[in-house]
């Protein structure tokens, strides 16, 4: 079967922490196999040119990107209060955070989870996020990405911890605390991002896909499968696909409006991308609903249909 999971509520609908809280205490309860949080800072005016989403000119950001809690916090708000359930970030902006910190941070939630971080991982692409607050400039995003893989490695393996990268050095130290366990690394990559999907195969457990269809994921995959095979690596490579939610819908509605579903077509969907090759599948179902009653329930329907039809 899929795994699957569910996002936390981040956005500025909900009432921070309480609802946190709720919601990763049902979620867990209901049977899922994850909660997933994800990293937003700021939301600019100017959308014009490069400051749209995406960096797609003049692409309008969604307005639910306004105020969204921070990413780890939320994510310890969760570990707080449930005990076997999966904790990812899909994902983190690590150009947006000081390397050995965030190191720290994620070796700190793993310890704390006793071992139930998955740490999703991105290079970035905002232009406005950039020049807000990251550590490099966007255009040594992908450097930055690296360096991080290489200060984690060492950060989360045995004492004395050494490394040295073009920014940041240590000759012997001791940092801690360490993970409970081995952190699964997962990178964000687009289907076609040649040069990203390279890194996947070469640094990372697995791909984090999302605005993909079902059959980008089976060709993608391949693809990894090729780069796997040229890097001389045997170990498998998982695939984690996000299906963006924005709008759930009491019944089924055909044509279907973008990024909007019923639960019935939800689950749908989980089988689709299931079916490519997904190993977890989780929904953004906070983002397209009212509170967190409501997202309980959906979230408790979406389950069952999954699961009774057999994913």
């Known amino acids: 079967m899929v795994k699957l999971g569910v996002s936390l509520p981040q956005f500025s609908h909900y009432t921070p922490g309480a609802d946190v809280v709720a919601a990763a205490r049902a ?29 797609v000119p003049g692409l309008a950001w969604p307005e639910i990107y306004r105020g969204v809690t921070d990413a780890l916090v939320t994510l310890s708000t969760a570990a707080a209060v449930t005990e076997r359930i999966t904790l990812g970030t899909g994902v983190l902006v690590v150009p947006l955070h000081l390397p050995l910190r965030l190191a720290r941070e994620l070796a700190t939630l793993d310890a704390f989870s006793g071992g139930r971080l998955v740490a999703g ?9 950039f020049a807000a607050g ?3 400039p966007l255009s040594e995003r992908g450097r930055a990405l690296d360096d991080f893989l290489d200060i984690a490695a060492a950060v989360w393996g045995p004492n004395p911890v050494s490394y040295s990268t073009q920014r940041y050095e240590v000759g012997a130290a001791d940092i801690g605390p360490k993970p409970a366990g081995r952190i699964p690394v997962l990178l964000g990559a687009g289907a076609g991002a040649d040069r990203a999907l390279r890194r996947v195969a070469a640094r990372a457990d697995g791909w984090v896909a999302s605005g993909v269809t079902p059959e980008q994921v089976t060709a993608t995959r391949a693809r990894l499968a090729e780069l796997a095979a040229e890097a001389g ?3 498998p490579i998982s695939c984690t696909v996000q299906i ?28 689709a991308f299931a079916e490519a090759g997904a190993d977890h599948v989780y929904l953004t179902l906070p983002a397209g609903l009212r509170d967190v009653k ?10 069952a249909g999954v699961r009774a039809a057999g994913i």
């Open 134 to 136: 990251a550590a490099v």
């Open 27 to 55: 979620i867990e309860e209901i049977g899922y196999d994850s909660l997933w949080v994800f990293e937003r800072f700021l939301v600019p005016e100017d959308q014009s040119g490069s400051h749209g989403l995406y960096s």
């Open 233 to 235: 690596r045997t170990t």
């Open 294 to 303: 409501e997202l309980i329930d959906r979230a408790a329907e979406l389950h």
């Open 121 to 129: 991982l991105g290079a970035g692409w905002s232009p406005d996020e």
């Open 244 to 271: 963006a939610v924005l709008g759930v819908t009491g019944t089924s509605v055909e044509p279907r409006e973008p990024l909007t579903a019923s639960i019935e077509q939800l689950v749908a969907d989980v089988a």
